[in-house]
């Protein structure tokens, strides 16, 4: 965690004449109910900081920092898995939510970029069928410390992407692995845009080989996406498929994985399907349904209802888990102010 203060106030003491910034304060109450168990209520404060600045020359380089942290507050059994740097101390769990810290140097056709940047490789849109980002307390992911190299080949068209990194990827109980050597290669084709992936990481002790395909595009009016990942230690194939589109102000999506459900990171068959209401111009009402398809079924229903009021914003929200094993609810109301 040291590393990632210095960095933080590194960014800060060089930047800070010229910084652009926006962000989010959120207070919310929520409580837990399980089957069983007394109800655990709890209240959590968190925040949302975007920080960037441009220098000029001769570095011309672009500083950016993103920041969410969290405060929880409530009975021990209102917490569930935290993330490996979060701390819970006597019912309050802290986040300091470091996301990302890096800088960036363009140079032509080439981004240059060192630091904490997110690094989504799933392609999926309800489920992550392999990632090498951790999570924060809240789910949220985070970056992965790094050295990375892309270059964009106008020749063959704006959607192509080479790109190399050098990654440690954070582990539970440790503040960095082995390095992660990464490689992959962007390209549309036919109207689908796709990327290959592999990369080599190493965990106590192990390392594998990991190859991956994703790729997205229009049929239609509706989009397809899907990707495949194959891991060589132990051997384990790893995917999704999915569609989604617009029914008039509806927008749906369906997919099928064979993904780890958070917070478990055993992968397991699943259906999942989302619809999304928009009420109005700034209202919104989603529903999620997943299905893990497995020894013991279980299904987790969402329902969420959001409301924009100029920089202010309302949400409401439910869900649980229903199986053999588990009966769970979880219902929090929270605001959110934008600035």
């Known amino acids: ?11 800060m003491g060089m930047a800070h004449a010229q910084l652009r910034t926006q962000g989010a304060l959120e207070v919310a109450l929520g409580a ?11 209240w959590t404060l968190a925040g949302h900081l975007e920080a960037a600045h441009t220098l000029g020359a001769p570095l011309e380089a672009t500083l950016t920092l993103a920041l969410d942290p969290s405060v929880r507050v409530g009975r021990a059994a209102a917490f569930g898995a935290a993330a490996f740097d979060a701390g819970t101390f006597g019912g309050v769990a802290f ?16 981004d240059l970029s060192a630091g904490l940047e997110r690094l989504p ?25 790094g050295v990375r190299a892309a270059w964009y080949p106008q020749a063959f068209g704006a959607s192509w992407r080479v790109r190399g ?11 960095f692995s082995a390095p992660t050597p990464l490689l992959g290669v962007r390209g549309s084709f036919g109207g689908f845009e796709l990327e290959a992936t592999a990369l080599y990481p190493s965990a106590h002790g192990t390392s594998s080989l990991v190859v991956g395909l994703g790729g997205s595009g229009l049929f239609g ?49 699943q259906l999942a399907g989302q619809l999304t209401l928009l009420q109005r111009e700034a209202d919104a009402l989603t529903g999620t349904v997943r299905l893990l398809v497995a020894d013991t079924p279980e299904l987790q229903p969402a329902l969420t209802y959001s409301a ?32």
């Open 95 to 110: 986040d300091a939510g470091l996301t990302e810290a890096y800088a960036l140097v363009r140079r032509g056709e080439v």
């Open 308 to 339: 924009l009021s100029g920089d202010e914003e309302l949400t409401l929200s439910a869900g649980g888990s229903w199986g053999e094993r588990v009966r769970a609810l979880n219902v929090s109301v929270g605001v959110r102010s934008f600035f």
């Open 221 to 269: 009016a509706t989009v397809l996406y899907g990707e495949a990942w194959l891991l060589t230690q132990p051997l384990e194939a790893r995917g999704a498929l999915g569609a989604s589109g617009y029914l008039g102000a509806r927008l749906w999506t369906l997919e099928a994985a064979y993904a780890a459900p958070p917070p478990s990171t055993a992968p397991a068959p």
């Open 121 to 145: 490789l799933e392609v999926a849109r309800l489920s992550a069928p392999f990632s090498v980002e951790a999570r924060n307390a809240r789910g949220l992911p985070r970056g992965v410390l």
């Open 1 to 11: 965690m040291r590393w990632a203060v210095s960095l933080a106030l590194l960014f």
């Open 165 to 175: 990194a050098l990654l440690y990827p954070a582990t539970h109980g440790a503040a």
């Open 32 to 42: 837990d109910l399980a089957e069983g168990v007394r109800a655990a209520p709890s």
